[in-house]
């Protein structure tokens, strides 16, 4: 597998991958997302931060885009909507946050993929395509993420895609209303792969 990114980071990037592409949150994708989002709830609510009542309204969304283009101007998280090549569907999202920069050169990631599109492979697909851009575009040194201990799926995203897993952190997020433990898993620089896709 070969990344791709056009043009650049600053302009209109984007992540073309075999079955997917990865671009940032536009204003028209709201009613897509949301639609997502809400087909998904009942999937995704284990794995997240509570939900606001106003969740998937046009305004939040707003805000949402809003903080996502302030992270990326300041170099502090990037996000991106994953959509499959063929049809241009949006299937999910996936960020990298929280980064740093001085002597850490690391970021953290989170992830989604909407309930019908869920365990197909695609996620794997977008961890390592963003694993791409945070190493060769932003030149980090170290991807981090977590999953609560009990996510089989979500750690074997990343197995596949070449994390390890360094320890347990007790009580590390609040998802779903409560403070729960979560294993942490990291890549770094030297160990990824940018022709190859395991699993």
Request: charged share 25%; hydrophobic share 40%; glycine share 8%.
């Amino acid at each position: 597998m070969v990344l791709t990114l056009f043009p650049s980071a600053r302009a209109d990037p984007r992540i073309v991958l075999p079955r997917l592409y990865l671009r940032p949150p536009q204003r028209g994708d709201w009613q897509e997302w949301a639609e997502l989002r809400a087909l998904s709830r009942d999937f995704l609510t284990p794995w997240e931060p509570s939900w606001p009542d106003d969740a998937l309204t046009r305004a939040a969304y707003r805000r949402r885009l809003a903080r996502y283009t302030e992270d990326w101007s300041r170099d502090q998280g990037y996000t991106f909507f994953m959509l499959r090549r063929d049809d241009d569907a949006l299937i999910g999202g996936i960020t990298l946050a929280n980064v740093r920069r001085g002597v850490a050169q690391s970021c953290t990631f989170g992830y989604w993929v909407g309930k019908p599109y869920a365990r197909q492979g695609y996620m794997t697909e977008a961890v390592y395509g963003a694993c791409g851009f945070a190493f060769e575009h932003l030149r980090l040194h170290r991807v981090e993420a977590a999953t609560l201990p009990h996510n089989e799926a979500s750690q074997g995203v990343l197995r596949n895609a070449g994390f390890q897993e360094e320890g347990l952190a007790r009580r590390y997020l609040k998802i779903n209303g409560k403070w729960q433990d979560h294993r942490l898993f990291a890549l770094l620089r030297e160990e990824f792969m940018p022709t190859t896709l395991n699993g």
